[in-house]
């Protein structure tokens, strides 16, 4: 397997590796994402048991956040 950077290199850095800005966008976007899911306690700590319940919680946590 080949791996590509995807987070920027330090600005600092005497070699500058490259890596793809639109992926590094869309990585970011998806765990802001994340962080604020984590928020909902129930999501967090995944109380429910059930597949079918932890999406639908999701769901409904996602549109709230969209609201927000």
């Known amino acids: ?5 995807v987070i ?3 600005r600092t850095r005497k070699i500058i590796i490259p890596h793809d800005a639109e992926a590094y966008r ?3 976007r998806i765990e802001r994402c994340f962080n604020r ?3 909902f306690r129930r999501f967090a700590t995944r109380y429910d048991r ?3 319940h932890f999406k639908g919680f999701t769901y409904l946590a996602a549109a709230m956040i969209w609201m927000a």
């Open 8 to 10: 920027p290199s330090n």
């Open 26 to 28: 869309h990585r970011n």
């Open 1 to 5: 397997m080949k791996a590509e950077a």
């Open 37 to 39: 899911l984590k928020h």
């Open 50 to 52: 059930r597949a079918i």
